[in-house]
């Protein structure tokens, strides 16, 4: 079985598009932001319980609007959303936060001279202190190894930033 990732992949009906919050670094004249530093998914119907933070290797296009104002997801992001909302823990929301802050999907075009450590690790760092384990939230760190396609700075880099 093959996977089609450049198709179009929608949230599910049970994500609540109309309140997902992207805090990002906008760039001027550009329909997609210079850095993405988390986003924060709310499922409907689920106004109380924990909320899952999942630090992923790096953002994708996942929530930003189409031609016809709706929404897009990703295929891991829709994965992650997937479990987590048929989760036991009954998690109300996701925010998915990135070990590299640089927008891209593909590493390849990632270029180390465009990577915010200051502004992501701070923010890392502050959301991470934020998070409420009395409410059950989790933290799920996800970002797994680091694509083969690659480049050598990022290989270095993204070992510098798990550390």
Same mark, same amino acid.
């Given at each position: 079985?093959?996977?089609? =990732?450049?198709?179009?992949?929608?949230?599910?009906?049970?994500?609540?598009?109309?309140?997902?919050? /992207?805090?990002?670094?906008?760039?001027?004249?550009?329909?997609? *932001?210079?850095?993405?530093?988390?986003? =924060?998914?709310?499922?409907?119907?689920?106004?109380?319980? *924990?909320?899952?933070?999942? /630090?992923?290797?790096?953002?994708?296009?996942?929530?930003?609007?189409?031609?016809? +104002?709706?929404?897009?997801?990703?295929?891991?992001?829709?994965?992650?959303?997937? =479990?987590?909302?048929?989760?036991?823990?009954? =998690?109300?929301?996701?925010? /998915?936060?990135?070990?590299?802050?640089?927008?891209?999907?593909? *590493?390849?075009?990632?270029?180390?001279?465009?990577?915010?450590?200051?502004?992501?690790?701070?923010?890392?760092?502050?959301?991470?202190?934020?998070?409420?384990?009395?409410? +059950?939230?989790?933290?799920?760190?996800?970002? +797994?190894?680091?694509?083969?396609?690659?480049?050598?700075?990022?290989?270095?880099?993204?070992?510098?930033?798990?550390?």
């Amino acid at each position: 079985m093959s996977i089609n =990732f450049k198709r179009v992949i929608e949230f599910s009906h049970y994500v609540d598009e109309t309140n997902i919050r /992207i805090s990002q670094e906008i760039v001027a004249n550009s329909k997609i *932001p210079m850095h993405r530093f988390s986003i =924060f998914i709310p499922f409907n119907n689920r106004e109380i319980g *924990p909320v899952a933070t999942v /630090i992923m290797y790096n953002p994708s296009k996942a929530g930003l609007k189409i031609d016809i +104002g709706k929404r897009i997801s990703d295929f891991t992001v829709y994965n992650v959303l997937q =479990f987590l909302y048929h989760h036991k823990e009954k =998690f109300k929301a996701v925010r /998915i936060m990135n070990l590299f802050s640089s927008y891209s999907s593909n *590493p390849r075009r990632l270029n180390s001279s465009k990577l915010n450590h200051i502004k992501n690790n701070r923010a890392l760092k502050n959301r991470i202190s934020k998070i409420n384990h009395v409410r +059950g939230d989790k933290l799920i760190l996800a970002w +797994g190894n680091l694509p083969k396609s690659a480049p050598a700075k990022i290989s270095k880099l993204y070992k510098k930033q798990i550390e």
